[in-house]
């Protein structure tokens, strides 16, 4: 079983996939929150730094596009190809109101014609350039019986790699993935198709396993972001546990983000902002963190922020 890092925008830039892959078992690839270029196909200054290959050593990365205009697109690719690239994935999966609205990530599946045109615009445009396409996406915008149709358009193109989030745009991340529509996914899809949606535990992911016995790959967000150990206990490479040496890693882990944050951000109050954002998962993996959350999220300075992270790893059990 392959095991993929989900891009959590705001969370899963460089600083912490390098100190996710340090100190925990490693997924066998990560993906960027999605790089959004201009209309001229420009990316931002911190999205080419998340892209850097210094910044990304032994890092097996995936960037990965929002856009809705082939031509963008297309000169973001060539940018990547530029810092060697080989492969891009395309976004159809955020369900962001101000993204969808403007046609983008699920958004974008609301126009099949127009999103069959990028398709054929784009794969001919990344052949010529040598790059492959791997696609993440949702099941529709607003109703499951959009994804049929969205599977035809899919199969007539060259993807490499097809990332189900069994999930309409409107649900967001509530109700439960339609595991219906993911069946019919791995049917009609004739590229390898990789499992996306509620993967917290090692139960889960076995009843995912035994209803699609032919599945090899998932990717994981949430869940992950909320137990960074939860890689070792699915891959079943666990022995007996030993907390005393996991909290030594969570904190380490913890600290080498929060040294990175403080080195490229300016002003405490940015860093403590992208530390709670966090910490509003990662406080899933002690037992009754709550009213510690709490105090993490009152901390309007960094050493009542600290003071805060410390109680947490000195008073609380992990999970």
């Known amino acids: ?16 996939r390098n100190a996710y892959h340090k100190y925990f078992l490693p997924a066998d690839k990560y993906f960027t929150p999605f790089l959004s270029p201009a209309q001229n196909g420009e990316l931002r200054t911190r999205d080419i730094n998340d ?40 976004n159809l999966g955020c369900p962001s109101g101000t993204v969808a609205a403007k046609g983008k990530g699920a958004g974008f599946l609301s126009f099949p014609q127009e999103l069959d045109r990028f398709l054929e615009k784009i794969c001919r445009g990344l052949e010529t ?22 599977m035809e358009i899919y199969a007539r193109y060259p993807i490499k790699e097809l990332i189900i989030h069994p999930r309409v745009q409107k649900d967001f991340y509530k109700n439960s993935p339609d595991r219906e529509c993911f069946a019919l996914g791995m049917k009609k899809s004739p590229c390898p198709v990789c499992y996306n949606g509620d993967i917290v535990s090692l139960d889960s992911l076995n009843e995912i396993r035994r209803q ?29 546990r030993d907390e005393k040496a996991d909290r030594k890693r969570l904190r380490a882990f913890h600290e080498e983000v929060y040294q990175g944050y403080l080195e490229i951000m300016s002003g405490d109050r940015n860093v403590l902002f992208k ?41 609380l059990d992990l999970r």
């Open 212 to 240: 699609f016995p032919g599945l090899d790959r998932v990717m994981i967000g949430r869940g992950l972001l909320a137990y960074p150990m939860l890689l070792e206990q699915l891959a079943e490479e666990r022995g007996s």
């Open 129 to 150: 350039i040598g790059m492959e396409l791997s696609v993440k996406t949702r099941v529709g915008r607003k109703d499951k019986e959009e994804f049929g149709p969205l």
């Open 1 to 16: 079983m392959k095991f993929y890092m989900a891009p959590m925008e705001g969370i899963t830039g460089y600083i912490y």
């Open 275 to 315: 530390m709670k954002e966090m910490w509003s998962y990662l406080i899933q993996s002690f037992q009754e963190g709550t009213a510690y959350m709490k105090m993490i999220g009152k901390a309007k300075s960094r050493g009542e922020y600290e003071a805060a992270v410390s109680a947490v790893f000195c008073d």
């Open 51 to 90: 892209i850097l290959p210094e910044n990304n050593r032994e890092i097996p990365l995936i960037p990965q596009l929002l856009s809705n205009r082939a031509e963008a697109f297309l000169k973001a690719a060539e940018t990547l190809r530029q810092y060697g690239y080989q492969e891009v994935n395309l």
